[in-house]
């Protein structure tokens, strides 16, 4: 049985989106999936949206073998209430699978299931979570973390993502790939793959420089040089400089290499191109320079990030 904990301000699609995909996965390996969504106070619940679920109470979740805490705007209150934080440690003690999406992992980390883990939550609570709970191994850009029987997933849709890793485990691949498809979720994406875009971290990537920056990133086997790009928005070089770094936080060099970090670090990941290859299709040149650059953002060299992916 697969056991859904939502709350007041649940944000829905925590809930729906691992729903839809367990529920599609138990028809295409024709064993359908009991799921059951449980609360602390039964009844209607609702999300942060407005719209409602109908919520069991938690015994209805006393066999459950796994189970899938949402996040949401409500989840500070859900991570305060005993009766919740007793439940979620009570179905770790026996030995359930427990995760999170998204900002769901503050309930978990409440509960002192995340204390020396490994695990991840929405990007835009990193500083939050990190200070409140120190003794956790926050891999703050994962989609999603799998630490033993705890996994934490990221923001929203990366419930997805996890609910496919955990189909992938309890009926295989094949199923996985099929359920996957039939969402329509282009491809399966591996835990270790990051959960936002180079472009989003930049303090206006809607701005100005925008065109230029989409430019960059279909030419990324070029120099790209300050010149080069100055050139191309009609610039001097020193007044592009100075008005790139103040429109977008950092240096034209620094963000053409985290383009290239980006892109880099999904194709190393992701299929089984030569380190060297990829180093030199994307503007590094040197593999020793991109080396030294996965270290500097990743903490790891490309190998190291491709080990990791392929174990994820």
């Given at each position: ?13 925590d ?19 009991s ?20 919520a ?87 989609i ?42 282009q ?8 959960q ?55 240096t ?60 994820a």
């Amino acid at each position: 049985m697969i056991a859904i904990l939502i709350f007041p301000d649940f944000q829905l699609l925590d809930a729906a989106g691992p729903i839809s995909a367990f529920e599609i996965a138990g028809r295409i390996a024709q064993r359908p999936a009991s799921i059951k969504v449980v609360s602390v106070t039964p009844g209607e619940v609702r999300s942060s949206s407005g719209v409602a679920m109908l919520a069991r109470g938690l015994k209805a979740a006393s066999g459950a073998d796994t189970l899938i805490v949402a996040g949401g705007e409500g989840v500070r209150t859900a991570a305060r209430c005993k009766q919740t934080l007793a439940f979620v440690r009570a179905a770790a003690r026996r030995g359930c699978r427990v995760a999170s999406v998204c900002s769901g992992a503050y309930v978990l980390a409440e509960a002192g299931l995340l204390d020396g883990r490994r695990a991840t939550t929405h990007w835009r609570r990193t500083r939050h979570f990190v200070a409140s709970y120190p003794n956790v191994k926050l891999e703050a850009d994962r989609i999603f973390v799998r630490d033993g029987d705890i996994w934490t997933s990221a923001g929203i849709t990366a419930g997805i993502d996890l609910a496919l890793a955990m189909i992938a485990d309890d009926l295989g691949d094949d199923v996985a790939r099929a359920a996957a498809r039939h969402l329509v979720v282009q491809d399966r994406r591996s835990g270790g793959q990051s959960q936002f875009s180079t472009l989003l971290e930049l303090k206006t990537p809607e701005g100005r420089f925008a065109p230029l920056l989409a430019w960059a990133r279909e030419h990324l086997d070029q120099p790209l040089t300050v010149e080069t790009m100055a050139e191309r928005v009609a610039m001097s070089t020193r007044h592009f400089a100075r008005a790139f770094q103040a429109e977008t936080g950092v240096t034209p060099s620094k963000a053409i290499e985290r383009l290239r970090l980006e892109v880099a670090r999904q194709r190393v990941q992701s299929g089984r191109e030569a380190i060297e290859t990829v180093a030199r299709s994307i503007g590094f040149r040197d593999p020793e320079r991109m080396r030294r650059a996965f270290i500097r953002a990743f903490g790891q060299p490309p190998q190291a990030v491709r080990r990791a992916a392929r174990a994820a």
